[in-house]
């Protein structure tokens, strides 16, 4: 019987099979005891396996053992009992929908604190001991619970997989390894574990400098906000100044002046304040990134971690340039200037030279991270460091293109794919937009076989309808170059251009966003201009592909 003071809790009478307190309880020759019927529900399991063991210490016995009542054990239960203390666990402490549950448990089963990377089996505290206690199990590998165990044995073998095949990509079993992955480029799943860790850590530095980078250049852009202002303001000030001095001459030529400046003013600051916010949406973005990132590095199950890291998307490339470079200008200093030239010339200068103080206004100059545009690039070589890599998205394409190559290439097919219905996609024609949006001023090749139709769109082109709503060129949502077998024609609002040059298996298109330039180019051993576009994009833009047979978007090396 319990002595008096002590306080022995609910755990130490509880069967670790129902984790109940003990009912007709039983002590089995290990020393462990269990609830009658709960060990002889185990045991009848085990009937055809003619194996019977502990479920804690798993001793195993060669015949079912007899079990007879515990009269010492049992008493002490009642009295325990008698005292209140048979409370449940905690609600807290069982499995809800969204939690791991003991694989162990019966009845209502407990949340699992770990799981066995050997056992394949999610354990609660309770069930989790004989880990801890018995030199059996010294070597398992114990993980943060998870529903994903299953993952891990291979469905041909019925085998862990502990190995992983880098020519097919996949993670594999021992028997995978000497039968139909033969002869192919195996490793431990621990080998390419490391291997793709010290990838993810090179990740994570370069996304960490890219946040040092933006956050610098974000400090850059604030202090031009400033010396926009201030030089504006001064600006202001003067000519107020000046033509106070000429009132009844200047009112109307000063309030002009005045507006135009505060307009010019307001345009800059816009505009810098907008690269101040894609510089903190790009920061967030990284930072996220990051700490997926950082998640992902911590996960102690090699099989997870490389499913995981195969289903990453490539880290995309900035758009912005790697710093922001200011040169000292004169802002709003011209217009003083010419402000105090009119003071000078009084009626004469008003007459004269207001078109050059209006003119002054509008050609400030602020430099900011995206310049005026640059020269068109006149050489390949030129053309190439603008190149950017681009995948196409199979959310978007017709269902009778087959994506392959990491999305590259698409391919025409006589059957329609398995491509699950969404509303991106492209209902008649045969096409596809490209994953990514198009940076401000890139460039890129495609490879073709059969007519193609090279074309950059806005996101909102439609996708079902006629085809003058969707497809490329036929709409002023888009512009395209129809490459057929002897000719190009350029399309753009369903007004068509013909277009002379040589025919290649080749095209390469030059994108300016802000420029508004847009080229297309045949590229064999020379690269000739085929057709320049001038105009102004007010919404980004994606590559777009029209596929009568084969296109493929070409991987070019950067300069």
């Keep these: 019987m319990a002595q008096k003071g002590v306080q022995p809790d609910r755990e ?23 609830c009658m019927q709960c060990i002889k529900a185990h045991w009848d399991k085990e009937d055809e396996k003619r194996d019977y063991s502990c479920p804690q210490c798993r001793k195993t016995f060669t015949q079912r053992p007899d079990l007879g009542k515990n009269i010492m054990l049992a008493d002490l239960v009642e009295e325990l009992k008698k005292t209140g203390l048979q409370a449940a666990p905690a609600d807290h402490c069982y499995a809800g929908p969204e939690d791991v549950a003991c694989d162990v448990c019966t009845g209502r089963k407990l949340r699992a604190s770990k799981s066995c990377l050997q056992c394949l089996i999610c354990f609660c505290d309770k069930h989790l001991q004989p880990h801890f206690e018995l030199p059996a199990y010294k070597k398992h ?131 810098v304040i907008e690269l101040q916010e894609k510089l903190e949406q790009e920061i967030t973005e990284l930072k996220r990134r990051d700490a997926e990132l950082q998640n992902m590095s911590q996960t102690e199950d090699h099989n997870q971690f490389l499913h995981n890291y195969s289903s990453l998307s490539v880290l995309s490339k900035s758009t912005h340039s790697s710093g922001i ?80 190559d990491g999305d590259r290439k698409a391919t025409l097919m006589d059957q329609h794919q398995s491509y699950s219905s969404h509303p991106d996609r492209f209902n008649d024609p045969r096409q596809v937009l490209s994953r990514e949006s198009l940076p401000g001023r890139c460039y890129w090749e495609v490879e073709r076989r059969g007519g193609l139709s090279v074309a950059v769109a806005y996101k909102n082109i439609s996708r079902a309808g006629s085809a003058n709503e969707c497809g490329f060129g036929l709409n002023d949502k888009s512009w395209a170059l129809d490459c057929d077998t002897n000719s190009y024609n350029f399309w753009y609002n369903n007004v068509s251009t013909p277009v002379s040059g040589p025919q290649s298996s080749r095209v390469g298109v030059y994108l300016d966003h802000r420029a508004g330039i847009l080229s297309f180019y045949s590229i064999s051993k020379t690269m000739t201009l085929l057709h320049r576009v001038q105009t102004t994009f007010t919404q980004p833009l994606h590559a777009g592909l029209y596929v009568s047979d084969t296109a493929e978007l070409c991987q070019l090396k950067t300069m």
């Design 141 to 271: 590998k114990l993980v943060e619970p998870s529903k994903k165990l299953p993952e891990n044995v291979c469905s041909r073998h019925d085998e862990v997989m502990k190995m992983f095949c880098r020519t097919d990509q996949q993670s594999i079993c021992y028997l995978c390894s000497v039968d139909e992955h033969k002869g192919h480029d195996t490793v431990s799943a621990a080998a390419e574990r490391t291997e793709r860790q010290r990838e993810l850590e090179g990740s994570r530095l370069n996304i960490q400098q890219r946040i040092q980078d933006r956050e610098k250049d974000g400090k850059l852009l604030q202090q031009e906000v400033e010396a926009i202002n201030g030089s504006a303001d001064k600006a202001v000030e003067h000519s107020e100044e000046m033509f106070t001095e000429l009132i009844f001459l200047m009112e109307k030529r000063r309030s002009d002046v005045k507006q135009q400046i505060r307009s010019q003013q307001e345009t800059e600051v816009i505009r």
């Design 325 to 404: 470079k200011i040169r000292p200008l004169r802002y709003f200093e011209d217009v003083k200037a010419a402000v105090s030239g009119v003071r000078d010339k009084l009626q004469d200068v008003l007459r004269e030279e207001w078109t050059n103080i209006s003119q002054t206004v509008t050609e400030v100059d602020v430099l900011l991270s995206q310049p005026r545009p640059e020269p068109e690039p006149k050489t390949r070589d030129e053309f190439l460091k603008y190149s950017c890599d681009i995948t196409l998205d199979p959310n978007t394409a017709y269902t009778r293109l087959l994506l392959s």
């Design 12 to 34: 130490t009478f509880s069967c670790p099979i129902c984790l109940e307190l003990l009912k007709d309880p039983v002590t089995v020759s290990c020393g462990h005891s269990y």
